[in-house]
Structures are given as structure tokens and as C-alpha cells.
């Protein structure tokens, strides 16, 4: 049986990790590779790179980070953040990422999906959504582009279908309502959007507690549950979040 | 020495150390007279079955691969690695026509059948997500490859294809369907659909056991 994953997600900047707390507030939490070799050693199923500095043209420390990733890694990673063409994913994927997360380009052009699908296959392909619920009605959600401080006007449930058309293999799902939050993931939006497309779904924004994973998945619906700063900061392991997880019977890989 | 066969699709570094990391010596090549002198053949898993099975044809690749397969060589095929040892692949396929069969790519053909896509219901009409991607378990028939792993034991899987349940099959692996997660041709040819190289610990334990077989 298919396992659900949970993935630290680690935010990359200048070839260190960083979390932002709602995206402002920095803090320095060390090598990448090296927390990511721990989280393998904790069972985590996949990690992933966001490199929060990528908005500029010069991305070759996270290229260097990728190549050194492939050698040292024996977890599968994602990177994201900032890719604009096929090219840019293109150069990642070759320096050994197994996935990139396209954000703000898909929006801006979503045919960048069906590209890189077709260049790398769906199994490479993140479509990662920022949401913010819609004031005055409960099912609706906003897509926002630019780290969250930029609204584009669109449904986040309708986008998620069209960016599994186009090619998407998986839909990472932040709830920019919830992240930085602590209070756990926006359920309601994860089953949503869950249900909505027939590819995997990662919930993103608001772990604080053990509970919050295992609320992600059965509540949430997700197929895959991702934190930063409570596994960064020793606040829980991956394997204890996992061992509650399988108590909660949730099918997960220990 | 171990050829990790390059058909320019992707990295395949992670193979490469992999292999390096539990006492192999590997070497990435794209060189069909290096594969044929090799002790182990590895055909990693990156790209499309079509662009994969063309590429390896034009660098004349194919040829060699079969042949050391046919001399008896350890080999593992992963991922679309293993798609390739099957007659055809349907990712790629081309529609001519209603009443026609579809024109579908040609892989190296050592074992019989089509790799198909992954149905998205099981018999009894649950929906799954496909890609099939993440950790799932499998069920084996012992065997050298599977020296020291439990029955059960997970692997990272990452794919939309999976190849035909022949007399070929060692291991199963359930999604919406349950289909070969490894096969082995003669005695150690071998294909597995996930990724050793990213299997943590269970994975390295079989890349060992694969650099075992081709020291043996």
C-alpha cells in the first residue's frame, strides 16, 4: 500500500537554510544537505529545496546545491522556486533534482506546465499553489504569486484542475492563511482541492503540533504532509510525527 | 566495472554513487564498447520510454546491452530501466487509426509484452492517483537481489507506466492495480520498477546485493 509522505521543507537562501515566518522574518538553520541527510535518517520520505532567493537570474548556488544533493542524497528532493522557462528546470533536472515546483511562471503561463512535462515527464513536475481563502465565502480561494504578497484574481480550485491537465504531477498546497500559523493546515482547502484532481496532493502551511500531520491526511485528505520549522528546530522529529501518524492509522514508512 | 548506461536523458550521478557508496565501481557512459566490456550493466531510469528506446538505437547502445544480457552479465534495468527489457512501451505510442493498433515505441525486447499505463481504478472502482508516487511496499520470491530485505519492505516508486506480469515477475507492488515492482530475466538480468538510488536504506542494501552478484 501506498505510504503517506511527510517532507521537511527546507527554504533556501545564499546555500543555507532559512524559514521565514509569514514570509518576512528570517532565521539560520543550517546546511541543507546535512538536515536533510538527518531527516533521511528520521524516515522522512522526500525533502524539498525552496530557494527563496531565486527571483533573480543567478542561481548557481542552487544548482550547486542540487549536483552536491544527487551525490550525497539518497532521498528523493524537489527543488523550487523561480524558474521562469524549460530551460531554468531543465538546468536543475540536470544537475540531479528528481522534481521542480513551478509557482508564479505556471501562473503567468501555464503551457510552462505541458512543456516540462513533456521534457521530464509528469513524475517531475510540482505545480505549487499559494491559496488565501476568499472573505464572505467559505469555498472559495484566491491564487497569490509573488511569496504570497500578490493576488491573481484566480479560483485555487480551478487552477489545480488545469494545472493536472497540463501536466502537472503533483499540486504542493499552501494555505497563506495558515502558514506561519501554527494552527495546522486549512483542511477544508486541502479535501478541496484533494478531491478536485486525480494527482497527488502536498499540504503546506501551518504545522505546530503532532496532531496537525495526521489531520492533514485524514481530514485534509492529503497525500502528503510538509513542515519546516517544527522538525529545523528539534521541535518533533519526522519519526515520532510518523509514529503518531501509524497510531492514528495512517499507512506510513518507518 | 560497473557501466551505468548514459542514453542523455537526465543525471544520473545519484545511480553512479549509489553504486560507489556500497563498493561498486561504477562509471557513467554513453560508449557502446565500454558497456560491452563491463562486469554489470545498469540502465538507470530517466526520461520517456520512446526518446529513451530511440536515443539508445541511434548511439547503438541497444545492441550491446541485449547481447550482455544474452552473455549472462548482471544487469538492472530501474525504472523505465526495466520498462526498456519489454517488447514495447505505450508512453509515446502513436494513434494512426480507429481500427488500427497504435504505432508503439520498441524496446529492447528481452522479456515479452507492453508496458502499459497504470489504470486509475482499482476492480472495485476506488480512484487512485496516478503518478504512483512515494513509498510503497513489496512482495518478493527470494532470491540474491533480495538478500537481507524484509518482505514488505518499502521503496520509493515514481511512475504512470508499469510493465506486464510475465513468468518474469520476482516482486509485485500494489497501487490501483497489483503489478511487477521486479522481474529477472534468465538468472541475473534484472529490472525493478522504483529507484534503489533513492530508497534510503532498503535501497542501498539491494545496489549491494546487485554489486554482490556482478563481483560473484
Known sequence: ?254 | MIAVVDYHKGNLKSVERGLVGVGGNALITDDPAVIARADGVVLPGVGAFADAAATMRELGQDVVVRDAIARGVPFLGICLGMHLMFEEGEEGEVVTGEDEDPLRPQGLAVLPGVVARLPRLDVAGNAYKIPHVGWNSIEFSEGPLFDGISQGEFFYFTHSFAAPDTPATIATTTHSVTFPSAVCYGERAFGVQFHPEKSSDAGARMLRNFVRIVGA
Open chain 1, 1 to 254: 500500500m501506498l505510504t503517506k509522505r511527510v517532507i521537511p521543507c527546507m527554504d533556501v537562501k545564499d546555500g543555507r537554510v532559512v524559514k521565514g515566518v509569514n514570509f518576512v522574518n528570517l532565521r539560520d538553520a543550517g546546511d541543507p544537505i546535512e538536515l536533510a541527510q538527518r531527516y533521511d535518517e528520521q524516515k522522512a520520505d522526500e525533502v524539498i529545496f525552496l530557494d527563496i532567493t531565486a527571483t533573480s537570474d543567478d542561481r548557481a548556488t542552487t544548482i550547486e546545491l542540487a549536483s552536491r544533493a544527487s551525490e550525497e542524497l539518497h532521498l528523493p528532493y524537489c527543488v523550487g522556486g523561480g524558474f521562469r522557462t524549460v530551460a531554468d528546470m531543465r538546468r536543475m533536472i540536470a544537475a540531479g533534482a528528481d522534481k521542480v515546483s513551478v509557482n508564479s511562471a505556471a501562473i503567468a503561463n501555464p503551457e510552462l506546465l505541458t512543456l516540462a512535462a513533456a521534457a521530464f515527464g509528469t513524475q517531475a513536475v510540482v505545480c505549487a499553489i499559494d491559496a488565501k481563502a476568499v472573505a464572505g465565502n467559505p469555498n472559495k480561494w484566491e491564487v497569490y504569486v509573488a511569496g504570497g504578497r500578490k493576488a491573481t484574481g484566480i479560483d485555487a480550485v480551478e487552477w489545480a484542475v488545469e494545472a493536472a491537465r497540463r501536466g502537472a504531477g503533483e499540486i504542493l498546497l499552501t494555505s497563506m492563511d495558515r502558514d506561519g500559523s501554527r494552527d495546522g493546515f486549512d483542511c477544508h482547502l486541502t479535501r478541496t482541492i484533494a478531491r478536485a484532481v486525480d494527482i497527488p496532493v502536498i499540504a503546506s502551511g501551518g504545522v505546530g503540533s503532532i496532531e496537525h500531520f495526521a489531520e492533514g491526511v485524514l481530514e485534509g485528505e492529503a497525500d502528503a504532509v510538509l513542515a519546516a520549522s517544527v522538525f529545523h528546530f528539534g521541535e518533533l522529529t519526522v519519526r515520532e510525527v510518523k509514529e503518531y501518524m501509524r497510531a492514528q492509522g495512517i499507512p506510513v514508512r518507518l
